[in-house]
């Protein structure tokens, strides 16, 4: 059973940054296309940004420009930098694995147990 875990979460003030990590264990990352999706209160699951294998990568129109997907495939390790924090950001934020195409969405293989992430004053 492949196995993913978040970390980097946290408080930060509006116009802050965070940047999320992802390890991967007992599978080899770059077989598969990596995304993070977010779940704010009371709201359904949100694709966030997706890397394919490839390193092309997506993102939702809501964190263009200020959030930066990556992967270091020797390391087994996946980020999203945070940058220009909203309040709207605010949400647990999951790190998740899928064979078969890569675009914004929160339909995923596997998952993470997520990481919180806070953006207030």
């Not at 997506?58 to 945070?82: C, E």
């Not at 078969?100 to 993470?112: E, K, L, Q, R």
Request: charged share 20%.
């Amino acid at each position: 059973q492949l196995q993913l875990v978040e970390s980097g979460g946290g408080l930060v003030q509006p116009g802050g940054s965070l940047r999320l990590s992802c390890a991967a264990s007992r599978f080899t990352l770059d077989d598969y296309h990596i995304g993070w999706v977010r779940q704010a209160p009371g709201k359904e699951r949100e694709g966030v940004s997706c890397i394919s294998r490839g390193g092309s990568t997506n993102y939702a129109d809501s964190v263009k420009g200020r959030f930066t997907i990556s992967r270091d495939n020797a390391k087994n390790m996946v980020y999203l930098q945070m940058n220009s924090l909203k309040p709207e950001d605010t949400a647990v934020y999951y790190c998740a694995a899928r064979r078969y195409g890569c675009y914004v969405s929160p339909i995923y293989d596997y998952w993470g147990q997520g990481t919180q992430v806070t953006i207030s004053l």
